[in-house]
Nanobody, 127 residues
């Protein structure tokens, strides 16, 4: 079982930045493709960004492309989401997710493709 713990959320003004972190308990973290998803108030959870196990490949939702950056530090068992130029519509609970698979160069975009989830961290962007 892999435990994921997100941190770094908070309240920020529009145009500001936040960096979310997701720490994993697993020694095999470097094997797992990772993703970030978000759930705005009253809406379904949506894909934000994904990264392959090595970090060599990434993918982003169109709504965050050019503003958000996903990265990982396998030595620290941590994946990050750097969020710049934040907008009120970025307000949501942000979740990280891990896919239990042996080293792959792929990234994954859909919720059902992930096996482990964190508890979420709230990001609120004021106008």
């Amino acid at each position: 079982q892999v435990q994921l713990v997100e941190s770094g959320g908070g309240l920020v003004q529009a145009g500001g930045s936040l960096r979310l972190s997701c720490a994993a308990s697993s020694r095999t973290f470097s094997m797992y493709p990772m993703g970030w998803f978000r759930q705005p108030p009253g809406k379904e959870r949506d894909f934000v960004a994904a990264i392959s196990s090595s970090g060599g490949r990434t993918s982003y939702a169109d709504s965050v492309k050019g503003r958000f950056t996903i990265s990982r530090d396998n030595a620290k068992n941590t994946v990050y989401l750097q969020m710049n130029s934040l907008k009120p519509e970025d307000t949501a609970v942000y979740y990280c997710a891990a896919r239990n698979s042996a080293y792959t160069g792929n990234y994954y975009l859909r919720e059902y493709e992930y096996d482990y989830w964190g508890q979420g961290t709230q990001v609120t962007v004021s106008s």
